[in-house]
């Protein structure tokens, strides 16, 4: 592929090209394999920045590399009504801040992602502006996913914000020239739920990062947990991102519950979100001796942390219907922990941990399952599971297969 200006819209803020995640990894490919490359980043109001268009550095490198911020309303981790006015205004702001900043380059592809849906205006005008082609990864099903868990309805009032949405999602589907799931399962939730979209259109185009061996040595490990507290003698179940309502959170209560006496294990549990509260007030109330609640780290001590533990763990709601392929899952592989996902039935996450050898699943709503995965986590070879998982990585998720797929 000769070289391109690639557009890359994205409701993650980026702050630089050098940062390590499933967007930043993928772009750096892209400047590696000689692309110019533009990233557009929303800046929510509660960052008190403002919009300005940023140039890479000196070096051959990053002299490819632009990132043009446009202050918006608070979009996530906020209340609905506040999400909904915001995610609705950024179409209009996201084309205003290219018309002015962008104008005078001409894009060969338009990738962008969800969340959320509403990019649809601005990857239009660009794609008819400048004949480019169209990308979609497909991270987020929306808005089937918040009447999965009722914040949403069909009928009714809420009904017609529904439609309105369910609209917008059709539009972004048929403006896309492809559309890039995270696994098997989502490509044929797609297809079944939008019998309209042509069969060649969607393919699989998972979560991807570039390849990093973050485990550590035996003395790194009591350094970090000594650090944080953590026990050196327990095996530490971790989990850490999101913890809001995607992540049924009482039953994640439940488990902690279930687990109280269990002198073998330890959890810790990291991050932040719109459900913090309601673990904050089970650990506050109940005093568990083998819970630990912390708020979200920076990215690079999170990854250290994670590789500190003994298994990372994936938690999603049972209400679901659609198949939901958590990015944190990358993170525990790259620490080569094993993996315990908790989940609805329709998403295959489960399916990939165990059928590669490198975790256990069971269902978000049986706790008695949830213990006996435990316990067979105590039990488990580590070792020989994370040889597995590591070349499961390396074969499957790395940016290089990812942009090979794109090009393509």
């Known amino acids: 592929m000769n070289k391109k200006n690639i557009l890359f819209l994205t409701l993650s803020m980026f702050r630089s090209i050098d940062e390590h995640g499933i967007y930043a990894d993928l772009m750096r490919e892209f400047v590696k394999n000689g692309h110019d490359v533009y990233i557009v980043s929303p800046v929510e109001r509660r960052y008190g920045l403002v919009t300005k268009l940023m140039h890479g550095a000196s070096d051959e490198f990053h002299k490819r590399v632009h990132i043009l911020w446009i202050k918006t309303g608070n979009i996530q ?79 009714g009032i809420k009904g017609l914000i529904y439609k309105y949405f369910r609209r917008k999602e059709k539009k972004l589907y048929a403006i896309s020239d492809k559309i890039g799931c995270m696994s098997p399962a989502n490509v044929e939730y797609t297809f079944r739920m939008n019998p309209e979209i042509p069969s060649d259109k969607v393919e699989v185009c998972p979560n991807s990062v570039e390849y990093r061996d973050m485990s550590i040595t035996d003395d790194e490990r009591n350094a970090l947990r000594k650090k944080y507290d953590i026990p050196l003698d327990k095996k530490v179940f971790v989990y850490g991102g999101n913890l809001g309502k995607p992540q049924g959170i009482p039953f994640i209560i439940e488990c902690l519950k279930a687990e109280a006496d269990n002198k073998d294990v330890f959890f810790l549990i990291v991050g932040s979100g719109t459900e913090f509260p309601k673990l904050e007030e089970f650990v506050s109330t109940e005093k568990p001796n083998n819970v630990k609640l912390m708020k979200q780290l920076p990215k690079e001590d999170y990854d250290k942390m994670v590789a500190a ?30 993996v315990l996902a908790c989940t609805d039935t329709n998403t295959d996450i489960g399916k990939v941990i165990t059928d590669a050898g490198f975790g256990w699943w069971c269902e978000s709503n049986d706790v008695a399952a949830f213990s006996s995965a435990v316990a067979e986590a105590l039990a488990a070879d580590a070792d020989a599971m994370k040889e597995k998982e590591i070349a499961y990585l390396y074969k499957n998720y790395t940016v290089e297969t990812a942009y090979k797929t794109i090009v393509k």
Do not use: W
């Open 77 to 155: 981790k906020t209340n609905i009504i506040e999400k909904g006015i915001s995610t609705i205004l950024l179409e209009s702001k996201l084309i205003s801040g290219i018309k002015k900043y962008l104008s005078d380059v001409k894009f060969d592809l338009v990738l962008y992602s969800t969340p959320p849906i509403t990019f649809f205006k601005a990857v239009e005008y660009v794609k008819k502006r400048d004949n480019a082609k169209t990308y979609l990864l497909l991270k987020d099903i929306f808005p089937q996913n918040a009447v999965d868990l009722g914040m949403m309805k069909k009928s």
């Open 309 to 338: 533990c003994d298994v990372g763990m994936i938690f999603l709601d049972h209400r679901f219907t659609i198949p939901n392929f958590p990015s944190r899952l990358l993170a525990y592989m790259q620490a080569g922990i094993p």
